[in-house]
């Protein structure tokens, strides 16, 4: 897969957790082993399927060339490759945060 720039969706409640961290840790770390992320074609789809009415959601933009945990496209939701992160995300790594909606 290509180096283009890979995306987290986050409450802004769970980021704001992490403020003072040098890395943040999704839940799903410590439940499935990894961080979900997507590609930039990806975002609405999970969007979508999985925020519908939730508030206060951030995109996270993310620099998978500074990222210092494995970054693995695995088969998911539709057969597409998702992008998966096996670690923390560095906060060096990311490039941008914005509201969503």
């Known amino acids: 897969m290509s180096n ?3 995306y ?3 409450s802004a409640v769970d980021w704001a957790n992490w403020a003072d961290k040098p890395t943040y840790e999704a839940a799903s770390l ?3 082993g990894f961080i979900h992320l997507s590609t930039d074609k ?7 399927r999985y925020y ?3 508030p206060d959601l951030l995109l996270i933009q993310i620099d998978p060339a500074r990222l210092t945990h494995e970054l693995t496209y695995e088969v998911s939701t539709n057969n597409d490759h998702f992008p998966h992160l ?3 995300l560095d906060k060096d790594a990311v490039v941008s945060v914005e ?3």
């Open 42 to 48: 990806q975002v609405a789809g999970v969007l979508e």
């Open 52 to 54: 519908q009415g939730v």
């Open 86 to 88: 096996y670690g923390p």
């Open 4 to 6: 283009e720039f890979v």
């Open 30 to 32: 410590r439940s499935e």
């Open 99 to 101: 509201a969503i909606r």
């Open 8 to 10: 987290h969706i986050v």
